[in-house]
């Protein structure tokens, strides 16, 4: 597999021959499968006085419209499916996500399930949510009497 001329690695050859052992289809179910890394895309969360921000990459995003996102409490689920322009392509290396997705994501403190904003740009996507207000029961204020 050394090329004897330049006495490096030939990866054209290494490719071919893991080809012709695991077969194309080992190497297309790789490439289409659901996304590996972290169980879905990449995501952060930011805790503001009154508000909770969630920014979560997502590029190549076809229709941002197709997403399922529900909050729940301190819970925010999202799934989804990103795709190849370049399905029809022998593929070399493959780094980028794609496929179906399902992540749960941890906000820190109960939200609103009513966004105060939500917007995709350059392939990333950022969702404000207010937070809850945490309610305390009343709690009765027992006084000492004393003569």
Not at 1 to 25: I, V, Y
Not at 56 to 63: C, K, R, T, V
Not at 120 to 131: D, F, S
């Amino acid at each position: 597999m050394l090329n004897n001329s330049k006495n490096s690695f030939d990866f054209t050859k290494w490719n071919q021959l893991a080809r012709q052992f695991l077969g194309e289809d080992f190497f297309q179910d790789m490439m289409d499968g659901p996304l590996k890394q972290g169980q879905g895309p990449y995501a952060d969360v930011y805790q503001g006085q009154n508000e909770v921000i969630v920014v979560i990459d997502l590029p190549g995003m076809e229709d941002i419209n197709s997403l399922d996102i529900r909050v729940e409490g301190a819970l925010m689920k999202i799934k989804g499916f990103i795709t190849s322009p370049y399905q029809g392509y022998p593929t070399i290396t493959t780094e980028r996500q794609r496929g179906e997705f399902e992540k749960t994501i941890n906000l820190g403190n109960d939200v609103s399930n009513k966004y105060t904003s939500a917007r995709y740009r350059k392939g990333v996507l950022e969702i404000r949510l207010p937070k809850l207000e945490v309610r305390q029961q009343a709690k009765k204020i027992k006084i000492n009497a004393q003569d």
